[in-house]
Structure formats: structure tokens, C-alpha cells
């Protein structure tokens, strides 16, 4: 059973690096961390640096957050009148961010709050696909369940998308109250793929931790593919595993020293973008994600705490490796 797979938006996760990773691993696409239309429009430096892709990528989609039509329009403009030049960072999508949870995002109108305002989330798909079409690039929508569990309008919602232009839906099973648990729910990803035309694309998203949870979610929702977001933060070769299923191949699992040069090659990769200071940071919750459950990780996590440059934080993490 071949399953298209893409790895989910993380703000402070999905940046150049871990999407290369995940690329490499077999992740079919990747998006980019959420990014601010109206941060764009004010030529926000650090906002621009988020919406990089790189040419070395695999497909690659361009997500966005607003809550005015006409910012999430001009924003589409300035991103892909600009990358559109290089064709090699062409985003393979715009996607609107209509699941963000979190306080700050939706007291702004928002993410998830969209949900509560499906005209104004289906005006603000109407501006972004004229805008995208311009571009002959896709329009793809991220939504969740629904606010509460007394509105889970997830149905409806994606087919007023759908009729206003996304091309694709992804949906997480969960509503906006409850955030990141309990478990993400497969019926209402399935009663949106229900919902919406043939001709658009369903994706589903939440709690994929195995490729075994892949084949469970499509064969229960029929969606025609999915995203993974939290497991794939330890555990990118989630990717491999799915390509093996796929391919009638065995699968095996990475081994410590694997895990431990994977954590090594993304400390590297962070580094050279981010400089040595803010790149170990950065790095240091990242590499604790892939050494997590090996023997003595606790240890080895705690020293990485306090190493301050790249040669440190490589010899600490060796000691794990066989
Ligand atoms: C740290 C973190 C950051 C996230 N950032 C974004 C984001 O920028 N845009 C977005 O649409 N979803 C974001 N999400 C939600 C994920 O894309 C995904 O929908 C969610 O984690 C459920 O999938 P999972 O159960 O596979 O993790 C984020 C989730 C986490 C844990």
C-alpha cells in the first residue's frame, strides 16, 4: 500500500534543516512553519528567513496565518513574486493555517478561530487562491475538528474551502479545545473527505506515530494521504518505514549509532544556518528528541544543556554511539 506522507508545520521545528532530514528519510513533502501574512507585508526580516525553501528540499508548501483577505493576498504576492524567480524554490503549495490553537494566535482572529468565522475564512480563501492562481501554484487549507465539541463543523467548513478554491484539505481530528490530547478523531477526517468533491484532496492528521497508524487512518477515513507531525520529531524515519510498507520491503528500525549521527548531521545543519551560538540552542531540544529512550540519554541530554559549540556537542553525543 503506497502512502503519500508529508511531514507537518512546526513553528520551531519544520525550519530547512529537519525538512531536508525528513526529505532524505522519504517524507514526500514538507511545510514550512507557520508564517505571519501580516509580518510579510511589513518586510519583517526574520519572518522573510522563515519562508526560505531550499533548492536542495523536496516539494515543499508555504504555510500562512491571517486574518484579513486582503494581507493574506498581498503576502502571497511578495513570497511568490519573489521565489517565483528562482523556479528551484518554488513552493509546492500555499497553505492557510486555520488549526493553530495557540492563545496568542487565535486572540488575534486567528488559526483555529477562523473556524468560528467560516465566511471570513472562505472570503480569505477566495483572495489567496486569485492570488496563488497567479502563480499557477496550489491552495491547500489546514483546519482542525472544530472550536468545541459543541461546534465540530469540520465538514461543512471544508466543503465552503473547497467551493471557494483550496485544493486541499488537511484535517486534524482534534477540536481547537483540546489543543494536543486526548486521541485526534479519524471519523471526522472521514466525514470531511465525505463531504468535499472527489476532485479535492483530503489529508489527515493527528497521532500517526507508526506506519501501521497510517494504513489504520486511510483504510478508516479513505483520505488520500497523510501528515506527521509530533512523532516525526524523534523518530523521522517514520518516512523510511512508510516507503518500506509501501515497496513490500522489511523495515528496520535505525540503530543508537544511526539515531546518534542523525542528531549529529542536524546539529551541523542548524549550525551553519544559525551560527554556532544560537545553533546550539536551537539544536539542543531537537537532538534530545532523536537520543530520547536510548541508554544514558538522560545524562548525555543534561550535558548537552551546557555544551556552547558544535565540537562539544558532538564528542557528548558520541558517547551514546557503540
Ligand atoms: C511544536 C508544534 C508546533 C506546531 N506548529 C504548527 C504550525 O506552525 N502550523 C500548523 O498548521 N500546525 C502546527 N502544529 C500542529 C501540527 O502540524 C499537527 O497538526 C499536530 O501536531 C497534530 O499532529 P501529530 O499528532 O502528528 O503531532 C504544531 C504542533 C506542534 C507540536
Known amino acids: 500500500m503506497k502512502i503519500t506522507a508529508g511531514l507537518a508545520p512546526m513553528a520551531g521545528f519544520s525550519n530547512i534543516p529537519f525538512r531536508l532530514l525528513c526529505h532524505s528519510l522519504g517524507a514526500d513533502y514538507a511545510v514550512t512553519e507557520m508564517i505571519s501574512a501580516a509580518a510579510v507585508c511589513f518586510n519583517n526580516e526574520k519572518t522573510l528567513t522563515l519562508s526560505e525553501i531550499s533548492s536542495r528540499e523536496g516539494p515543499c508548501a508555504l504555510q500562512l496565518f491571517g486574518h484579513d483577505a486582503e494581507t493574506v493576498s498581498n503576502a502571497i504576492h511578495i513570497l511568490l513574486g519573489r521565489t517565483c524567480e528562482e523556479e528551484s524554490v518554488r513552493p509546492a503549495a500555499v497553505e492557510i493555517n486555520m488549526g493553530c490553537p495557540v492563545k496568542k494566535i487565535v486572540s488575534s482572529g486567528d488559526?483555529?478561530?477562523?473556524?468560528?468565522?467560516?465566511?471570513?475564512?472562505?472570503?480569505?480563501?477566495?483572495?489567496?487562491?486569485?492570488?496563488?492562481?497567479?502563480?499557477?501554484?496550489p491552495l491547500w487549507v489546514k483546519i482542525r475538528a472544530g472550536w468545541d465539541k459543541n461546534s465540530i463543523n469540520a465538514p461543512y467548513f471544508a466543503a465552503l474551502m473547497a467551493d471557494q478554491g483550496a485544493e486541499r484539505i488537511t484535517v486534524h481530528g482534534r477540536t481547537r479545545e483540546l489543543m494536543y490530547a486526548p486521541s485526534?478523531?479519524?471519523?471526522?477526517?472521514?466525514?470531511?473527505?465525505?463531504?468535499?468533491?472527489?476532485?479535492?484532496?483530503?489529508?489527515?492528521?493527528?497521532d500517526i506515530c507508526s506506519a501501521a497508524d497510517a494504513v489504520k487512518m486511510i483504510d478508516q477515513t479513505e483520505c488520500d494521504g497523510v501528515l506527521v507531525g509530533r512523532a516525526a520529531l524523534g523518530d523521522p524515519w517514520i518516512f523510511s518505514e512508510l516507503k518500506a510498507?509501501?515497496?513490500?520491503?522489511?523495515?528496520?528500525?535505525?540503530?543508537?549509532?544511526?539515531?546518534?549521527?542523525?542528531?549529529?548531521?542536524?546539529?551541523?545543519?542548524?549550525?551553519?544556518?544559525?551560527?554556532?551560538?544560537?545553533?546550539?540552542?536551537?539544536?539542543?531540544?531537537?537532538?534530545?528528541?532523536?537520543?530520547?529512550?536510548i541508554r544514558g540519554s538522560a545524562n548525555v541530554r543534561d550535558m548537552l544543556n551546557h555544551a556552547s559549540s558544535f565540537d562539544e556537542f558532538e564528542s557528548i553525543l558520541r558517547r551514546l554511539a557503540r
Do not use: C, W
Open 184 to 206: 485526534s478523531d479519524n471519523a471526522v477526517i472521514q466525514a470531511v473527505r465525505k463531504a468535499v468533491p472527489d476532485s479535492i484532496e483530503v489529508f489527515g492528521n493527528g
Open 111 to 137: 488559526g483555529s478561530a477562523l473556524m468560528k468565522s467560516p465566511e471570513l475564512a472562505g472570503r480569505i480563501v477566495k483572495f489567496a487562491r486569485d492570488a496563488t492562481s497567479v502563480y499557477k501554484i
Open 245 to 293: 510498507l509501501g515497496d513490500g520491503r522489511e523495515y528496520a528500525y535505525p540503530s543508537v549509532d544511526e539515531r546518534v549521527d542523525a542528531a549529529i548531521e542536524l546539529t551541523r545543519a542548524i549550525v551553519e544556518r544559525n551560527g554556532e551560538n544560537y545553533g546550539i540552542r536551537m539544536a539542543r531540544g531537537r537532538a534530545a528528541h532523536f537520543i530520547k529512550g
